[in-house]
């Protein structure tokens, strides 16, 4: 899938506003992570990356079929984690493999470019937190 320059955007996290490529599906968290950890260049195998949008395709479906997740929203994480897995975003997985211990950056990132996707098929637009959020629908 080729993207498109489209300027920037305004992102906003619990630390504040931050500004990303218009092209982008990541937002805020993935923008913090790569200004605080430039160190090598080398990024993750991009098979972990569909590794781990298997995982929010799987709960995402559990969650829909327990009733965690509405529906509507539950059907657009679980599109865009297979288009994760299919290797349409392999672009938009910019995060070096040096960061903190836990992963928590890349799996921000999985979760941003997810929800990103998500929002777009069911409004239009990529990016925001609504109606799917990172954090409290993907992740």
């Known amino acids: ?4 320059d489209k300027g920037e955007r305004t992102e906003a ?27 090598s260049g080398i990024r993750f195998d991009i098979e972990f ?3 781990v949008a298997l995982i929010k395709r799987c709960a995402a479906r559990v969650n829909r079929n327990t009733g965690l997740l509405e529906k509507q929203a ?12 299919e290797g349409k975003f392999d672009d938009q997985f910019p995060l ?15 979760n941003e ?15 925001g937190k609504a109606p799917v959020h990172p954090n409290d629908h993907v992740n």
């Open 74 to 85: 539950a059907d657009a994480v679980i599109r865009a984690a297979e288009e994760v897995m």
């Open 113 to 127: 470019v997810t929800a990103s996707r998500a929002n777009e098929i069911l409004t239009g637009e990529k990016g």
């Open 13 to 39: 996290d619990a630390l504040g506003e931050v500004v990303v490529p218009g092209n982008a599906y990541w937002g805020a968290g993935t923008r913090r992570a790569l200004d605080n950890f430039p160190v």
């Open 96 to 110: 070096d493999i040096f960061q903190t211990g836990s992963g928590t950056s890349t799996n921000m990132n999985v």
């Open 1 to 4: 899938m080729a993207f498109e």
């Open 49 to 51: 990356i569909r590794a």
